[in-house]
């Protein structure tokens, strides 16, 4: 390994981006490269081995904590695996593998050597609105969406009684392969045709339902399982539930943003519920018992005698199921003491006796 300092080799700060290193290591490559006029064949392996290493976090943690050595005997460190080698015909055998070169070159070149993959369709968001107690237990809801299906009439082959031939101009292939110059060199390119969109047939005559795209807009009805526990804005992604691509590429996803409509008499923290219960002072005094709501219905709670206001009961496994659908939440009933706001003569009595027995 180079003793040169890397970050000195690409001109970069040491604080520098990712993208700060992956423009600055372009921008040495095209000024050094030995198949280019006034190219520096030592200079253009300096940088390589400096974007190497800097382009891994790990590889660069490493160099900033042990220094050029870290990749030697004793370094610290374990190498990379990778060095350079000088032969007659020029610069040979370098090892690129895991450098993020392959990046470099999908830059300069457009994807390199493979074909572009077909576009898939494009996404869709929608906003769902479900309760509280929905919320709680979980809910299966039906969605309305306006999008980009595959055409019936067609089967999304774009063709009239779904009759296609072959492409004329990728010979069936879907792919066109093209040659680019560039400062490295010639590299062949292969890219989806442009005839056919990649799928190496055509319409021997169009369908008129969707005019040869093979998808058209309608309408679509799709059933979105929402689990119990989600939380406000949370959103759900349908794999496929996207529109269609008319590229013969897979179809977008369903992304479901999920609204929770408030409710005035429940709560929640984490996956219990919390609600308030109003009682009199008897039943305070006295115990009772009563009818609390809770997100799985009405159940009976026992009210023990001597209670106060501000002290909480718990109603074990009525509360919020939990994300997934394993253990459930518990429901708790804050007390409050209902203070009468007006009393009859014989009350106000009954209360001044209480009072001069020190209740």
């Known amino acids: 390994m180079s003793n040169n300092d890397h970050y000195q080799t690409l001109g970069v700060d040491k604080k520098a981006s990712q993208d700060e290193i992956k423009k600055a290591y372009r921008k040495m490559a095209h000024k050094y490269h030995p198949d280019k006029k006034g190219g520096d064949e030592a200079k253009f392996k300096e940088v390589n081995e400096a974007y190497q290493t800097l382009s891994d976090d790990q590889k660069r943690s490493q160099y900033d ?101 072959q492409c004329p101009k990728c010979g069936g292939s879907g792919q066109i392969k093209k040659s680019r110059q560039t400062f490295l060199g010639t590299f062949a390119q292969v890219e989806i045709c442009d005839r056919c969109l990649g799928k190496g047939q055509i319409p021997k005559e169009k369908c008129r339902e969707c005019g040869g795209d093979g998808v058209i807009k309608d309408y679509q009805e799709m059933e979105v399982n929402i689990p119990a526990g989600i939380e406000e804005e949370q959103v759900l992604k349908v794999r496929g539930g996207g529109e269609a691509s008319s590229l013969g590429g897979s179809a977008g996803d369903l992304f479901v943003r999920i609204h929770i409509k408030p ?80 009393v009859s003569w014989s009350q106000k009595r009954l209360i001044k006796e209480l009072a001069a027995e020190g209740l």
């Open 65 to 165: 904590q042990f220094g050029s050595g870290y990749d030697q005997p004793g370094g610290g460190a374990s190498g990379f695996g990778g060095s350079g080698s000088q032969g007659s015909g020029g610069f040979q055998d370098f090892n690129f593998q895991g450098s993020g070169f392959e990046d470099v070159f999908s830059d300069f070149f457009g994807g390199g050597q493979t074909a572009q993959k077909k576009s898939a369709g494009s996404d869709v968001v929608v906003d769902v609105n479900i309760d509280f107690k929905e919320m709680a237990r979980g809910v299966s809801r039906k969605v309305k969406i306006y999008k980009k299906v595959i055409c019936k009439s067609c089967d999304g082959t774009g063709a009239k009684d779904k009759k296609t031939e």
């Open 263 to 342: 409710y005035s008499d429940f709560k929640r923290k984490g996956f219990d519920v919390i609600s308030k219960l109003y009682i009199t002072f008897s039943q305070a005094v006295l115990g009772d018992k009563v009818d609390v709501e809770t997100v799985e219905g009405f159940v009976k709670l026992k009210i023990p005698a001597g209670i106060e206001a501000g002290d909480f009961l718990r109603i074990k496994g009525q509360g919020i199921k939990n994300f997934g659908g394993f253990g459930q939440g518990n429901h708790l009933v804050e007390i409050r003491i209902r203070t009468p706001k007006k």
